[in-house]
Nanobody
Framework: QVQLVESGGGLVQPGGSLRLSCAAS????????MGWYRQAPGKEREFVAV???????NYRDSVKGRFTISKDNAKNTVYLQMNSLKPEDTAVYYC????????WGQGTQVTVSS
């Protein structure tokens, strides 16, 4: 059982930045991949970014060039640096970990508004 705890959400103006953190209860090298998803009100949860154990990354098209996923193995933590935020980035952001099954965090709210 992997426990994931997200933090770093909040209210930011358009064009601003936030960094989300996801602390895992397991060593990152034991996890196949870690990713970020988001869910806006009235919409389905959607993929945002993924980072594999080998270091490969992938992003949804709408965040490429603005968001960066990274990790700190010593802290068992994955980050999502979000720059040039737009109102359409407003959502609850969830961290997930892929082992033999998928694990999810509780989510952190990101609101982009002036």
């Amino acid at each position: 059982q992997v426990q994931l705890v997200e933090s770093g959400g909040g209210l930011v103006q358009p064009g601003g930045s936030l960094r989300l953190s996801c602390a895992a209860s397991e060593r990152l090298f034991s996890i196949n991949a870690m990713g970020w998803y988001r869910q806006a009100p009235g919409k389905e949860r959607e993929f945002v970014a993924v980072l594999t154990r080998g270091g490969s990354t992938n992003y949804r098209d709408s965040v490429k060039g603005r968001f960066t996923i990274s990790k700190d193995n010593a802290k068992n933590t994955v980050y999502l640096q979000m720059n040039s935020l737009k109102p359409e980035d407003t959502a609850v952001y969830y961290c997930n970990a892929v082992l033999s099954m998928m694990y999810w965090g509780q989510g952190t709210q990101v609101t982009v508004s002036s």
